[in-house]
């Protein structure tokens, strides 16, 4: 056990955010848990008073969690989903064999999910939940099976209700979020990788969709990472003329941000403040660029895009995790296998220790706790559980001190909602402060103490599956990092082949085949940057083939060679058949050592490998590494103009 990487797991795990995020969200959700609550309340009957009001709470989770659509309709689906997910526990409840196996598929998918968007995953996540819980505690309740579906219902119709309260948002508002980041991403200087990748998968999420406002968002993005090119060709030059030009761009491009993710255009400055006119093509096409970003953010028409700088949809996302080295589907089986050993361990454990001591059919509870801890990463696994388990035992012992205030129904629902606004204003904290208040309001939700200590068990019992789970199939991000290399460096090099085809022959087949491979490769390069830094956070492996030394100089080196090739390609328009000629020559130093690290074969750390050293095919790899950065440099520097 390395207590080193344990005890910066707890730190972060313990650090806190801030609280209060986003208030007009909270405040929706607030006044339809006041309703839910008085609703309860005026029922006089414990049972449906609390399926009122877990109902409102799980509509709360629908309205909070991130979405590709409308907040309304998202919650509406999310809501409408988990009702029939309750209706379904409901009618096969007893059938453990069919729960098992429907548990098991249902976490399988949920854990793929996260190739295309985590909002997605975590609202399948809680609606397998919200199945499996009702075929638990179904058997536990009094009221007939309509009744129990009924009564829950009725929670989520009253927070769906509350989410018709303004402010509204306007159509479409997420995928402009997300292009008004890419946006602000290119305007701070940055790659900007991450954002266009939120960008693409936002608006491939709505593929489908016809609009015209998905159309303009889509050539905002094609424009954006035009202008992300012509950006890092204009950085290149040292000079003060281009870093002016450069902050002119950077105004304008806040500007279109700001424009775009507000959906107005009024006040909207349509001319842009450049500093003089352009002295060299590279500002000329800048200039050109920037306008017509502007132009499209100020609501010019635009035509149908196309499919030239085409993104993976969501099936092709999920197909390519489908393979035996794929993280995604590590995590996916893991979250699968550790959920249906959660289930039978928290009914084991309801059962030896009876109902005296043990809240009957909420074994389920177990499952909550590993669902929401098993990352596809150690650093997320063990930083949440431990912060998971910590904010448990305090809400659980909060929990048991409120059991025993007297049982008077007034009293009762108003802690609930006290204890529930609590947990809104810290959800944003992170989870030992978002598990205190969650672990409190649960525990209160049954009369006496037993509700509390129940879901305080049942966590910590999850926790440690989560952990054991993580440790027992684990996924080292160290040693998956030589093969994230190579796919990013073959990746590259078929890039650059299919550029130097697009630079002797312009026609759609080579933009075609040029957008696919500037995707593929985009993402593997996405793939290694994540790996190195979940490895960073991970133990130290006596036999790795990396060191923490290595990571960051990888890092850099993969971000310079995509930059000196995105300035290749920005000014690629500007070349003279001989320029053109010369640099298809010159590339080809850069291609044969990223070839060379793809090819390179994957060896095993020898035993007699020094401790702390990075080994010397891995040292090997950022040589070839650095050589292909320096001949991209030098051979930007040389093609950047001068005028």
């Known amino acids: ?19 209060l995020q986003d208030p007009l969200k909270l405040t929706r959700v607030a006044v339809g848990m006041l309703i839910a609550t008085v609703v309860g309340y005026l029922l006089h009957d414990p049972e449906q008073q609390l399926l009122v009001v877990v109902g409102a709470f799980l509509g709360t989770i ?53 190739a295309v968007a985590i909002g997605i995953s975590m609202r399948l996540t809680v609606v397998t939940i919200v199945f499996l819980a009702f075929a638990e505690i179904s058997a536990e309740l009094t009221a007939s099976a309509g009744q129990v579906v009924a009564f829950f219902a009725a929670g989520f119709a009253i927070m769906n209700l509350a989410q018709l309260l303004p402010p509204y948002e306007s159509q479409h508002s997420a995928q402009r979020g997300a292009v008004a980041g890419f946006y602000r991403a290119i305007a701070s200087g940055g790659a900007g990788d991450s954002a266009l990748l939120a960008a693409d998968r936002s608006l491939a999420l709505l593929r489908w969709s016809s609009h015209r406002e998905l159309d303009r968002l889509t050539q905002l993005v094609v424009r954006g990472e035009e202008i992300g090119q012509l950006m890092r060709a204009l950085g290149n030059r040292a000079d003060d003329e281009s870093a002016r030009w450069q902050e002119a761009s950077a105004r304008q491009l806040v500007a279109i941000a700001s424009a775009v993710s507000r959906a107005r255009t009024s006040g909207f400055p349509l001319a842009v403040a450049w500093p003089g006119e352009p002295s060299s093509e590279l500002q000329r096409a800048v200039a050109r660029a920037v306008d017509a970003a502007t132009r ?20 092709e996302l999920i197909a390519d995790e ?17 959920c249906v050993v959660a289930q039978v361990a928290g009914m084991a454990v309801g059962s030896w220790l009876g109902s005296a001591a043990f809240l009957a059919g909420h074994g389920f509870w177990v499952v909550v706790a590993a669902a929401l801890i098993v990352f596809p990463d150690y650093g997320s696994t063990f930083a949440r559980g ?37 947990y809104l204003a810290f959800r944003s904290c992170g989870q030992p402060y ?46 998956l990092l030589t093969e994230r290399l190579a ?13 130097v085809l697009l630079w002797a022959a312009d026609d759609e087949t080579h933009r075609l085949a040029a957008g696919h491979a500037v995707v593929r490769t985009r993402l593997t390069a996405l793939e290694f940057t994540a790996a190195a830094r979940g490895a960073r956070l991970e133990p130290r492996d006596r036999h790795g083939r990396w060191e923490n030394d290595a990571l960051d100089p990888a ?28 640099v298809t020559s010159r590339i080809e130093a850069a291609s044969r050592d990223l070839d060379a690290i793809a090819q390179a074969p994957v060896s095993a750390a020898q035993p007699g490998d020094a401790e702390g050293t990075t080994s010397e095919d891995t040292t090997a790899a950022l040589g070839r590494l650095r050589d292909a950065v320096a001949a991209l440099e030098t051979l930007v520097a040389a093609q950047t103009p001068a005028r």
Not at 445 to 472: E, K, M, V, W
Request: include cysteine.
């Open 62 to 114: 629908a309205a909070v969690m991130p979405h590709n659509r409308s907040r309304i309709a998202a919650t509406l689906a999310t809501s409408a989903a988990q009702i029939a997910a309750a209706g379904l526990g409901v009618l096969v409840s007893g059938n453990w064999a069919l729960i098992l196996a429907a548990v098991f598929v249902l976490f399988l998918v949920s854990g793929l999910l996260r």
């Open 487 to 499: 796919e990013w460096a073959e990746a590259t090099t078929r890039q650059i082949d299919a550029l």
């Open 322 to 338: 489908l393979r035996w080295g794929s993280p995604i589907l590590h995590h996916a089986l893991r979250l699968a296998i550790v």
């Open 434 to 479: 978002t598990m205190f208040w969650v672990v409190a309001w649960i525990g209160s939700l049954t009369p006496g103490p037993l509700g509390a200590t129940t879901r305080g068990l049942d966590t910590i019992i999850g926790c440690l599956l989560a952990f054991a789970a993580y440790l027992l199939a684990p996924t080292w991000h160290r040693r």
């Open 1 to 19: 056990m390395d207590w080193v990487a344990f005890r910066d797991a707890a730190r972060r795990g313990m650090q806190p955010g801030k609280p």
């Open 555 to 582: 890092i850099d080196a993969v971000t310079s060679v995509r930059r000196q090739i995105a300035a290749l390609s920005a000014l690629a328009p500007a070349w003279n058949t001989e320029e053109r000629t010369a």
């Open 296 to 315: 499209l953010a100020a609501g010019e028409q635009v035509a149908p895009a196309s499919d030239e700088r085409h993104t993976p949809s969501s099936f």
């Open 386 to 422: 431990i912060g998971r388990s910590l904010g448990t035992v305090a809400g659980a012992v909060a929990g048991v001190a409120l059991s025993f205030l007297p049982y008077v129904p007034a009293l009762h629902a108003v802690v609930l909602l006290l204890l529930f606004c609590g």
